[in-house]
């Protein structure tokens, strides 16, 4: 059974940075593109960021581009998001996601965890 | 990169059919077939629904389908049954090399 499980959520003051994980199993994690996709409370989905299966590409949306930064541990079946000079609309569920395929770019995730959620407030 | 339109909402009666839209630009939608679309019921993680304009993942009622016209795609729930009820999501690849979501549309 595929399962991803995020954390590092948490109150941060703006400015500031968190880490936030997902360690996955029940699947070759290796061989997957992973994703992190947010959303702020009472509003839609936002695409972050996808780190290619060996972890050599990375994608970001323009929203956290230079702010945001992904990157994976195949060895410990774990990708995570490194978020600098938080800002208060960076505050929403943090997703973590599975590529159903190879192609990062088709946007199609089959497997989703619950959710970090990150709350950006002075 | 803006989102994708979607209208907010959509309504309809058990056993129809709806079409939900998603517009975009000839640089996403118009230009790749790259559309999935995802289901999600309150206080849940999104669920893959359509990939590739029209494919349907294993485990995926027919009652979804997928299609796309110019800038436009669409999502069809055909036989509406009360668990379909839940907010719907198309998201579209770019030629920027990024990904962008639809706003949403609620069913109901």
């Known amino acids: 059974e595929v399962q991803l499980l995020e954390s590092g959520g948490g109150l941060v003051q703006p400015g500031g940075s968190l880490r936030l994980s997902c360690t996955a199993s029940g699947f070759t994690f290796g061989s997957y593109a992973m994703n992190w996709v947010r959303q702020a409370p009472g509003e839609g989905l936002e695409w972050v960021a996808t780190v290619s299966g060996p972890g050599g590409s990375t994608y970001y949306a323009d929203s956290v581009k230079g702010r945001f930064t992904i990157s994976r541990d195949n060895s410990k079946n774990t990708v995570f998001l490194q978020m600098n000079s938080l800002r208060d609309e960076d505050s929403a569920l943090y997703y973590c996601?599975?590529?159903?395929?190879?192609?990062?770019?088709?946007?199609?995730?089959?497997?989703w965890g619950q959710g970090t959620l990150v709350t950006v407030s002075s | 990169q803006s989102a994708l339109t979607q209208p907010a909402s959509v309504s309809g009666s058990p056993g129809q059919s709806i079409t939900i839209s998603c517009t975009g630009a000839?640089?996403?939608?118009?230009?790749?077939?790259?559309v999935s679309w995802y289901q999600q019921h309150p206080g849940k993680a999104p669920k893959l629904l359509i990939y590739?304009?029209?494919s349907r993942p294993s485990g995926i009622s027919s009652r979804f389908s997928g299609s796309k016209s110019g800038n436009t795609a669409s999502l069809t729930l055909s036989g509406l049954q009360a668990e379909d009820e839940a907010d719907y999501y198309c998201?579209?690849?770019?030629?920027?090399?990024?990904?962008?979501f639809g706003t949403g549309t609620k069913v109901t």
């Open positions: 590739d304009v029209s």
């Open positions: 000839s640089s996403d939608i118009g230009t790749y077939d790259y």
């Open positions: 998201i579209s690849y770019t030629s920027t090399s990024t990904l962008v």
């Open positions: 996601a599975k590529t159903y395929s190879s192609s990062w770019y088709k946007g199609h995730w089959d497997y």
